[in-house]
């Protein structure tokens, strides 16, 4: 008896989780490349609906918890861009989650922020989803955004 590989699509929908648009890159750059059995995306902001959620620093203006939402929203629109470019089921599994904090002075809860990322992709991949990882504070992101998340992918 052969097990089919699993369709992260469904997984998606049983969770109620749709993905969104691609977002439009707002440099020179494109939102994911492939190299062999590897997709790496550019970062991805929290962008929903073309627009950040919020702007700031976390441990300033900017809740942890919040926060973290705002990582789930980057690794989602990771997971678009990667469906954009070879199909969400051709992930084998997430390789790396690198995650970049817009910190204020003395904050130092970046895995925290990032767990928000991290915990999103569990759930949708299982054990698929277990990744190594980066949580980086820094003192400022494009646009102003508090979080920025890449993922490293492996396909299939």
Not at 22 to 42: E, K, N, Q
Not at 59 to 87: M, R, T
Request: proline share 6%; hydrophobic share 45%; net charge negative.
């Amino acid at each position: 008896m052969t097990t089919s590989a699993p369709s992260w699509h469904a997984r998606l929908a049983e969770l109620g989780i749709r993905l969104p648009p691609v977002a439009t890159p707002v440099a020179a750059y494109v939102p994911a490349v492939r190299s062999g059995s590897l997709v790496f995306t550019s970062g991805q902001l929290p962008f929903v609906d073309g627009g950040l959620r919020r702007t700031g620093k976390v441990g300033g203006s900017v809740e942890i918890e919040d926060a973290a939402a705002d990582a789930k929203v980057c690794a989602l629109n990771a997971l678009a861009a990667v469906d954009d470019l070879v199909g969400l089921d051709s992930i084998a599994r997430i390789v790396r989650v690198v995650g970049y904090v817009a910190s204020a002075e003395g904050f130092t809860g970046q895995p925290r922020v990032v767990n928000g990322a991290s915990e999103f992709l569990g759930r949708v991949f299982g054990d698929a989803g277990v990744h190594a990882r980066s949580a980086v504070g820094v003192a400022e992101l494009p646009l102003g955004a508090p979080v920025e998340v890449e993922l490293t992918v492996e396909l299939r």
